[in-house]
Structure formats: C-alpha cells, structure tokens
C-alpha cells in the first residue's frame, strides 16, 4: 500500500537516501555524511539517528517496489513546503558529492528530483558546484 503522505524531515531523508542508493551501493563515507547533515542541520534538530535509520528503511521498502523512484519522487514534493525544494536538492547533491565524484546514476536521480520538484538547471548547477566544493581535500 503506498505511502500518502511523511513530515518534511522524512521528505529530506528520502531524498538523500535515494541518492545515495541511485547506484545500488550505499557507501559508508555516504551514510555517515547523511547522518552528519542530520545531527547538523536545522530541519532535523528534533530527530535522532534511531529515526534516521526508520526513515531510511521505509524510504528503502517503497524504493524497491516497481516505479518505486517515481512514488519516493511524489512523496518528497508533496511532503515539502516549495521553499525547501532547494534544501532537498542540495542536501542530495551533498550525499552524492561525498566520495568526490558525481557518478551517472547518482546525477540521473538528481536530474529526475530537479524536474520533479520543478527547479531549473542553472540552480541545480550552482547547488551542485557549491557541493563539490565544499568536499574537496586541501
């Protein structure tokens, strides 16, 4: 039975995991950036990493239903206030620069969240660049 409706929180976490499973290889140095942002960050400050590692196996189960992208997709824009469909994209424009490197699967499901939630290309560039950035080595 698909899921209706999740709080923002979870809309964010089902993006980030979405990403980081976009290659079937969810790496250790990804889920530990994804709960770095979520012991950080301001829209997880009442959640802890017991509900993190909830939120990531629901949003795996709906992942491996057939069109399960698409429903974790409708779910995500649904469950957001349109000012935060930036934060999404580029808190999974974080996950997937975590290992340095954008790989195809990981930019396809940035593109396909890009469309879904309606953001144009040169924003998706520059959230994307900003997150490069900030995970290169010195």
Known sequence: MPTSHIS???ALIYAMVT?????????????SHIGSIVRELPPFVDYTDDWLADAAQDCGKILRRPNGIAEVLALIKSSLNPRLYETAYVLSAEVAASDLALHSDELNFLGLLADALGLDRETCAALERGARARHQRV
Request: net charge negative; charged share 30%.
């Open 8 to 10: 923002a929180p979870e």
């Open 19 to 31: 990403v980081s499973a976009a290659d079937r290889a969810i790496t250790t140095d990804e889920i």
